[in-house]
Nanobody, 121 residues
């Protein structure tokens, strides 16, 4: 199983950009599809985006499409989430995940502890 640790969260204003990073250790990171989920207070956990093991294919939730970009660097065992044009509704705890391709949380067996992103209006 892959161990994941997120960084880069914080408080930003609406319209700003922010990049989250996630470093992996153990397991077979380079063979895993990886991505991001988020959970806002009082809401269910939500799929954000995923990138396949080779970095050649991505998929995003409609709510972030065109604003967020998932990327990876297998040599560094890193996953990134570039967020732009942030909105207050993007406020949530963001989780880095590793597993197999899909949008369901059940597809991802490895989860980071999560990191807070707060977007003020």
């Amino acid at each position: 199983q892959v161990t994941l640790v997120e960084s880069g969260g914080g408080l930003v204003q609406a319209g700003d950009s922010l990049r989250l990073s996630c470093v992996a250790s153990g397991g077979t990171f380079s063979l895993s599809d990886v991505g991001w989920f988020r959970q806002a207070p009082g809401k269910e956990r939500e799929f954000v985006g995923v990138i396949n093991w080779s970095g050649t294919n991505t998929m995003y939730a409609d709510s972030v499409k065109g604003r967020f970009t998932v990327s990876r660097d297998n040599a560094k065992k890193m996953v990134y989430l570039e967020m732009s044009s942030l909105k207050p509704e993007d406020t949530a705890v963001y989780y880095c995940v590793a597993g197999r391709w899909g949008t369901s949380a059940d597809y991802f067996g490895s989860w980071g502890r999560g990191i807070q992103v707060t977007v003020s209006s």
